[in-house]
């Protein structure tokens, strides 16, 4: 798996944890308290890559 976030691009949970380095609780805080945009699909959250991007801008993260 690349370790790009495309802004186009749909990624499940495992992605976006692994993309991150995050937990699964932690990301369960993060879409729950709306820090991070999420999608429900069935029984599945799907993040867009915007929206990942822009949480790590917001998070000071990247430049």
Known sequence: ???????NAVYIGTEVR????????KLRKYVHDGTIKASLAGNKFLYI??????Y????KIID
């Open 49 to 54: 890559g915007k929206n990942l991007l822009q």
């Open 1 to 7: 798996m690349n370790n790009e976030i495309n802004p």
């Open 56 to 59: 790590l801008e917001d998070t």
């Open 18 to 25: 692994k993309l991150l380095r995050i937990g699964e609780a």
